[in-house]
């Protein structure tokens, strides 16, 4: 029997109705999931904080145990998981895998958490025995979108877990199965207990259930940062912790001493990777005023020369976008920005939701594709004449994601980062990189800072309690 197998996708009926599962590149339907409501959440949320009592307890290697289990099933179910992630969420296969091995990582790493030292011994005034310890907090809300599903689901579901809470994961209903219900499965077999990994894919009304919830102290968040302000907000009135990721439109500043013919490569892996679907896609580049003519060459070239097609039948290089809604928003900001004078260098078509990668020269802080978050793949390029004039261009944005910044002088290029206000800083690399063993976060309208990876996870998922012990009762005047 396979791990995924359509008859045991969801263990019992939810009250939000039948989707359908559907591949974009072809429109055909994969099978059919059914969506939560709100009722399905508040279910969910008390049975986890009822397992999650007695996970708490269970001695650290047990726990580990069950982690590194699911990291070594990611692997010995790539085929089936691989064609997954490529069906449902038009990945190629070079991104599908990189999910899976991102996947199994994350669960090695969680399993690390789980002995990690938990807490201080303190001085006291008084003659006791005084110390902190960390404590999960209870049960997580895991709010993941479809763009990476896999990753983006279970960097917060792994540590999560291991660090003895319960779970309730919310995935995008676009990519239920790959970015949802395969954790599910994932879990069950690597011997997970009943009850703690709760996964309901649904829309807005779960969302906002999910956040509410008093069982559910901590949300774990990632999507657009519109829709990451309201989770903020609501998460702040419920008086619990809301971790935000959310969107970007971070820079690649290419210096007048870096080496042009290396840079193409890496600009267009940082613009057109899974159509530009990635949160830290490079949105604008920044080109020094004597390469820009050959680089909008260079790159436009590069641009017409990459295959898009159904990834699933097809060698390519990028695939289709997720839905039709997508393909609006990023041809409607592409039409805009050549309304207000860019010029359109490559791409700028489409076939159904095959997107071609798309070049926009002549841009400045007014062309829509530049100023705004595409999540598409379009790259806007600028030219600077000066460091300082790049550093302004760079910083001037609301987002604070990721900075690419490429030089034949590393030294120099950390000294240039160093005045843009960003999360993550990439020197001679694009601006799409991820590591489980790294933090990850964004400022700004990029988010509330790094909250995945390593320490991160700890301060993430577990509250810091205060414990004292005297040998007698303490006496005191009254």
């Known amino acids: 029997m396979p791990l995924l197998d359509p008859r045991t996708w969801q263990p019992r ?13 072809t429109g055909d339907t994969l099978g059919s999931v059914t969506l939560a409501g709100a009722e399905d959440i508040a279910t969910a949320a008390e049975a986890a904080r009822t397992a999650q009592t007695e996970w708490a307890r269970v001695p650290h290697f047990v726990r580990a145990s069950v982690l590194r289990k699911a990291g070594d099933l990611f692997t010995a179910h790539a085929d089936e998981l691989r064609e997954w992630l490529v069906r449902e969420s038009g990945s190629i296969p070079g991104k599908a895998d990189f999910e899976l091995h991102v996947a199994a990582q994350e669960c090695y790493e969680a399993a690390a958490l789980a002995s990690r030292p938990a807490g201080q011994v303190l001085p006291s005034e008084a003659p006791r025995l005084s110390y902190t310890r960390r404590v999960p907090v209870g049960v997580v809300g895991v709010i993941a979108p479809f763009n990476a599903p896999l990753i983006l689901s279970i960097r917060s579901v792994a540590p999560a877990l291991a660090l003895g809470n319960g779970v309730v994961l919310k995935p995008d209903p676009r990519t239920a199965i790959c970015g949802g219900l395969s954790l599910a499965a994932v879990f069950a077999e690597a011997g997970l207990p009943e009850g703690l990994l709760h996964v309901l894919p649904g829309g807005p009304e779960a969302g906002q259930a999910l956040v509410a919830d008093p069982r559910v102290p901590v949300i774990s968040f990632t999507g657009s ?7 903020g907000e609501a998460a702040g009135r419920h008086l619990k912790r809301a971790h935000l990721e959310l969107g970007g439109n971070s820079a690649l500043i290419v210096l007048e001493d870096a080496d042009i013919e290396a840079v193409i490569s890496t600009a267009a892996w940082g613009s057109f990777f899974h159509q530009g679907q990635i949160c830290m896609t490079t949105g604008r580049h920044l080109v020094h005023e004597s390469l820009y003519e050959e680089y909008v060459e260079r790159l436009a070239a590069k641009a017409d020369a990459l295959a898009v097609g159904d990834p699933h039948r097809a060698q390519v290089h990028l695939g289709p976008l997720i839905d039709a809604g997508q ?3 990023v041809h409607g900001l592409v039409e805009a920005s050549t309304s207000r004078g860019a010029k359109l260098a490559a791409g700028g078509t489409h076939e159904q939701l095959f997107y071609r990668p798309t070049v926009l020269a002549g841009v400045d802080d007014d062309t829509p594709a530049y100023a705004e978050e595409v999540f598409g793949p379009v790259a806007p390029v600028r030219p600077f004449a000066t460091a300082d004039e790049a550093a302004a261009l760079a ?28 999360g993550i800083v990439h020197i001679n ?50």
Do not use: C, H
């Open 225 to 231: 940062t519109g829709a990451g302000r309201a989770v």
């Open 395 to 422: 910083a001037a944005s609301s987002y604070g994601l990721s900075l690419g910044i490429v030089t034949g002088d590393a030294a120099r290029g950390l000294d240039l980062a160093e005045r843009i206000p960003t």
């Open 13 to 25: 009926t939810l009250a939000g109705g039948e989707y359908a599962v559907t591949e974009p590149a």
């Open 327 to 329: 393909l609006g928003k």
């Open 429 to 478: 690399d694009q601006t799409v990189n991820d590591e489980a063993v790294a933090p990850f976060g964004g400022i700004a309208a990029s988010g509330t800072g790094a909250r995945f990876g390593g320490e991160a996870n700890l301060e993430a998922f577990t509250d810091v309690r205060w414990t004292t012990v005297r040998g007698d009762v303490a006496a005191y005047p009254f």
